[in-house]
């Protein structure tokens, strides 16, 4: 339970939001950046931006990490 409120804490998203957002590329699940500015999918490791606590989920708005 701890880890689910830092988790909303640091990313100001709902946890149960978090539970149902997917890639739109792969439709894995995304997982929160550990400084808490985006959701990254860790099957294609593209990165959506959280802009003003709300998850950009496009891909025209994605980077993708090395």
Do not use: F
């Given at each position: 339970?701890?880890?689910?409120?830092?988790?909303?804490?640091?990313?100001?998203?709902?946890?149960?939001?978090?539970?149902?957002?997917?890639?739109?590329?792969?439709?894995?699940?995304?997982?929160?950046?550990?400084?808490?500015?985006?959701?990254?999918?860790?099957?294609?490791?593209?990165?959506y931006p959280i802009k003003d606590?709300?998850?950009?989920?496009?891909?025209?708005?994605?980077?993708?990490?090395?």
């Amino acid at each position: 339970v701890a880890k689910i409120l830092q988790t909303e804490a640091t990313v100001g998203i709902d946890p149960e939001l978090l539970k149902i957002l997917a890639c739109p590329s792969c439709k894995t699940p995304v997982l929160p950046v550990r400084d808490g500015t985006g959701l990254k999918c860790k099957q294609c490791n593209r990165v959506y931006p959280i802009k003003d606590d709300i998850p950009v989920m496009l891909l025209d708005e994605a980077t993708i990490e090395a």
